[in-house]
């Protein structure tokens, strides 16, 4: 069975110099329904206004056939309920 996680990735902002504001790095996260359902809960039992999740992020990169390569950064988002370890090897 395949697990399916909420992942998203984070490269290197091509405009980032001509604004000084303007972030390093963007991208885009996809999360799960059930990610989004356990953080949800989450929420409704934790009194705070503020609601901690688990990030792992993992140096990345794609090598082209023409000779260039993307350097990216993945990232991963859990529960923090989610207890178990990241990736037991």
Do not use: C
Request: no cysteine; aromatic share 8%.
């Amino acid at each position: 069975m395949t697990t399916v996680r909420s992942l998203g990735g984070f490269r290197p902002n091509k405009y980032h110099k001509a604004n000084p504001q303007a972030p390093e790095l963007m991208g885009r996260l996809l999360i799960t329904r059930d990610t989004l359902n356990k953080i949800s809960a989450d929420s409704r039992t934790n009194p705070n206004d503020l609601i901690e999740v688990g990030l792992a992020g993992w140096n990345n990169q794609k090598k082209y056939p023409n000779g260039k390569t993307d350097k990216y950064l993945t990232v991963e988002v859990r529960p923090v309920s989610e207890k178990q370890r990241w990736y037991l090897g």
